[in-house]
Nanobody, 117 residues
């Protein structure tokens, strides 16, 4: 069974940091591009960052310079280091895995990040 499990969300004050993790099972992790998306209430889901198996990354303009995505293929885990957090970073953050070969995608259930003073 395919499963993506996010962790590391929580409440943090503006300017603080959080590190999200997504542990994948049931997929060929090295054959998938991994990504983080986020969605705030009443807003469309947006792509935050992607990382290929080889380590190439793409970031949304809104997070570039503050967030860093990385992956550990040996542990089947992708991370999102979030620094200098702002109130408008508040959202549910979702992990996504997309196969190079088929483009078939899987989603995690999400983890809540709340940035508030």
């Amino acid at each position: 069974q395919v499963q993506l499990v996010e962790s590391g969300g929580g409440l943090v004050e503006p300017g603080g940091s959080l590190r999200l993790s997504c542990a994948a099972s049931g997929i060929r992790f090295s054959m998938n591009t991994m990504a983080w998306y986020r969605q705030a209430p009443g807003k469309q889901r947006e792509l935050v960052a992607t990382i290929t198996s080889g380590g190439s990354t793409v970031y949304a303009d809104s997070v570039k310079g503050r967030f860093t995505v990385s992956r550990d293929n040996a542990r089947n885990t992708v991370y999102l280091q979030m620094n200098s957090l702002k109130a408008d970073d508040t959202a549910v953050y979702y992990c996504n895995a997309r196969s190079f070969l088929t483009q078939f995608a899987h989603w995690g259930q999400g983890t809540q990040v709340t940035v508030s003073s």
